[in-house]
């Protein structure tokens, strides 16, 4: 299972042709991403992972996502002079894709096959706050929102699946990507 992810075909939010291939051997921590969300300064922290990590072997690639509340409605350009402009985003990003929904990229297929189910903080209440702004949350198994992560290790298996409100600098996350980079 780990082979076809590296094999799913992708672009870069310039248009280009990839695959995550080119990240084998990595540890790469996959994100759904919205310039217009209450979640988007998430960025800054990401940007910090990438710093922090890039160089042990972390990849860290953002997939911008209009699938929540049309938080991400601009083109690939102009996502592209956000995420650059607005955070210094220096670490990949792809093409706005779906998540979710009958248009879901085969990516996100692949990655909700995979781990169908995300770790939340302890205490959250992520879950009830959507439903109070009444937004009914899907299935356990679909991405709940904006900002969601993936991680998957050196071998191309998901290690872990964080909640959208697992912050890039919450010890949940850190932990799992040092256990991940340690595992060489």
Request: charged fraction near 20%; include cysteine.
């Given at each position: 299972?780990?082979?076809?992810?590296?094999?799913?075909?992708?672009?870069?939010?310039?248009?280009?042709?990839?695959?995550?291939?080119?990240?084998?051997?990595?540890?790469?921590?996959?994100?759904?991403?919205?310039?217009?969300?209450?979640?988007?300064?998430?960025?800054?922290?990401?940007?910090?992972?990438?710093?922090?990590?890039?160089?042990?072997?972390?990849?860290?690639?953002?997939?911008?996502?209009?699938?929540?509340?049309?938080?991400?409605?601009?083109?690939?350009?102009?996502?592209?002079?956000?995420?650059?402009?607005?955070?210094?985003?220096?670490?990949?990003?792809?093409?706005?894709?779906?998540?979710?929904?009958?248009?879901?990229?085969?990516?996100?297929?692949?990655?909700?096959?995979?781990?169908?189910?995300?770790?939340?903080?302890?205490?959250?209440?992520?879950?009830?706050?959507l439903a109070d702004y009444?937004?009914?949350?899907?299935?356990?198994?679909?991405?709940?929102?904006?900002?969601?992560?993936?991680?998957?290790?050196?071998?191309?298996?998901?290690?872990?699946?964080?909640?959208?409100?697992?912050?890039?600098?919450?010890?949940?996350?850190?932990?799992?990507?040092?256990?991940?980079?340690?595992?060489?």
């Amino acid at each position: 299972m780990a082979h076809a992810l590296y094999d799913i075909p992708l672009r870069r939010i310039d248009g280009t042709a990839a695959t995550l291939g080119e990240y084998r051997g990595k540890v790469l921590l996959l994100v759904n991403v919205a310039s217009a969300c209450g979640l988007t300064p998430q960025y800054e922290g990401l940007e910090k992972l990438h710093e922090q990590y890039g160089a042990t072997g972390l990849v860290i690639a953002g997939f911008p996502a209009n699938d929540f509340g049309a938080q991400e409605p601009g083109s690939n350009s102009e996502i592209a002079a956000f995420c650059t402009g607005r955070f210094g985003v220096q670490f990949p990003m792809f093409e706005k894709i779906s998540v979710k929904g009958s248009s879901q990229h085969p990516l996100y297929r692949w990655l909700q096959a995979a781990f169908p189910r995300a770790t939340e903080k302890p205490g959250s209440r992520f879950r009830a706050q959507l439903a109070d702004y009444g937004i009914t949350p899907g299935e356990p198994s679909e991405v709940l929102w904006n900002f969601e992560k993936f991680l998957i290790g050196r071998t191309g298996e998901v290690a872990a699946r964080f909640a959208p409100d697992v912050a890039p600098d919450d010890p949940l996350l850190g932990e799992a990507i040092r256990r991940e980079l340690a595992r060489g």
